[in-house]
């Protein structure tokens, strides 16, 4: 009988992570003599524009979902009732033995929630409740006002097996109470996707489209990102941040491509002078003018290249503050707080909050400054998703029916010791 899995991906930051578990199944599969994983894919709509979406499933070489929920957007309780609601009826459907959930976005809570709480149906008609999975878990920013900080603690709290990315997580699950065998410290998959995909992302030709060449070099460049409603829902935080971005990009071309959540707030709020549209407006020559220059969301690989060759990212996602980690690229990140620390000890992330004096200073001291080479932080080394799988399928087998070259054949580090 095979094990059939069932993961889950809703929102962009997602589809890096479930790229790298469909690749390790896939893998597993074809290094076993039967294929032994039978792996679902739902999707469950809630990026759904095809820059915030589709392009992803190219660029990441992912399955096309097998079940694709629709839901949209909507506010936060509007979004997660409609994903369970639909959620439900694809287990009841699919009868999965495992549940796989990734990062802290409302698909991950949504489905969570619905996993724990529903009975499918065994082939032997015994009924049971699917083992639910997380993949990044136990991260906290210890600020609940964020969305993801509750979709975290709510996921983390009703997983049977969590699955971390750093030694703090670790620490945050054993002090909530979470049992050390279900703790498993794994890395980092959204790596295990960057490491994979490295290579083949300087076939873009994206710093030729937005002319950041200058006699066949790239020309120095930052790239900024915001989208958290803490940043870009304000008009007031908003464009004094924008003021800041401004100052900055007067030293050097700042390239923004943007999530359509904060175009929208930039267009209700009046905010379009900040910037230069450069597919509307351009082509124009960088110095000529400056403004923030405004792009579409980029696919995966697109965006890889561009930020693996800029001289500083601005930026409040928390996938970036990690790729920025193993990019070597200096991170400054626009929030008071991160959930991932490890990025602060171990990469080149600093805090500077919404402060525009803190980001005006940081800007220049990076941009005068050396860069510093550090190592990565531990099993951030492309394997991660091996692990979890190996995982997996050695909670399903009784221990005397694992051979120990599968116990060690990828390193595993859980928090529990193994033989
Ligand atoms: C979500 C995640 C956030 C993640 C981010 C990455 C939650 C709570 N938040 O935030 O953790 O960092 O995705 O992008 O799940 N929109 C579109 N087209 C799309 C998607 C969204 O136009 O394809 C617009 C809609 O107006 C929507 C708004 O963006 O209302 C916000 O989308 P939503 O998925 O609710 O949250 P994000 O801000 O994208």
């Not at 994983?37 to 990441?60: K, P, R, W």
């Not at 600093?350 to 990076?366: A, H, P, Q, T, W």
């Not at 399928?393 to 116990?407: F, K, L, T, W, Y």
Request: net charge negative; with cysteine; aromatic share 6%.
């Amino acid at each position: 009988m095979p094990l059939k899995i069932l993961s889950v991906v809703g929102a962009r930051p997602n589809f890096m992570k479930i790229a790298a578990i469909s690749e390790a199944i896939r893998e597993y599969n074809a290094s076993s003599r039967t294929a032994v994983i039978e792996h679902v894919l739902v999707h469950t709509g809630q990026h759904y524009d095809a820059n915030m979406s589709d392009m992803f499933f190219n660029d990441l070489e992912l399955p096309s979902p097998n079940l694709f929920l629709g839901v949209g957007s909507g506010s936060h309780s509007v979004q997660t009732a409609r994903i369970m609601e639909g959620f439900e009826k694809v287990l009841l459907a699919e009868n999965p033995d495992i549940v796989i959930v990734v990062g802290d976005v409302n698909s991950t809570v949504a489905c969570a929630l619905v996993t724990k709480k529903t009975y499918c149906t065994g082939e032997t008609g015994r009924d049971f409740i699917p083992k639910l999975v997380h993949v990044e878990a136990g991260l906290r920013s210890f600020d609940r006002t964020m969305p993801e900080e509750v979709n975290r603690v709510v996921t983390d709290a009703l997983s049977d097996l969590l699955f971390t990315t750093e030694e703090s997580a670790n620490q945050n699950l054993k002090r909530e109470g979470v049992p050390a065998e279900k703790i498993h410290f794994v890395g980092n998959v959204m790596i295990d996707t960057l490491l994979r995909y490295r290579l083949k992302a300087q076939e873009s030709t994206i710093l030729k489209d937005l002319q950041l060449y200058e006699n066949g070099e790239p020309k120095p460049y930052a790239i900024l990102t915001l989208h958290r409603p803490a940043n870009v829902d304000n008009r007031e935080t908003l464009s004094k941040m924008l003021d800041a971005f401004l100052d900055v990009s007067r030293n050097i071309p700042l390239v923004f491509p943007a999530h359509p959540r904060t175009l929208k707030q930039i267009q209700e709020a009046d905010l379009g002078d900040y910037f230069v549209d450069h597919f509307m407006d351009g082509p124009e020559p960088w110095d000529s003018r400056v403004r923030i220059r405004l792009v579409p969301p980029l696919g995966y690989l697109d965006f890889l290249h561009l930020l693996s060759l800029a001289k500083v990212a601005l930026t409040d996602s928390g996938g970036i503050q990690e790729e920025t980690t193993i990019l070597g690229v200096p991170c400054i990140t626009l929030r008071e707080n991160t959930e991932r620390p490890v990025t602060l000890t171990h990469g080149t992330n600093v805090l500077v909050g919404s402060d525009c004096k803190k980001i005006i200073e940081e800007f220049s001291r990076i941009t005068n400054g050396e860069r510093a080479i550090l190592d990565p932080p531990q099993f951030w080394d492309g394997n991660a998703a091996k692990r979890i799988i190996k995982t997996l399928m050695r909670e399903q087998i009784p221990d005397n029916e694992i051979s120990v070259s599968a116990r060690t054949e990828v390193g595993l580090g859980n928090t529990v010791q193994h033989p």
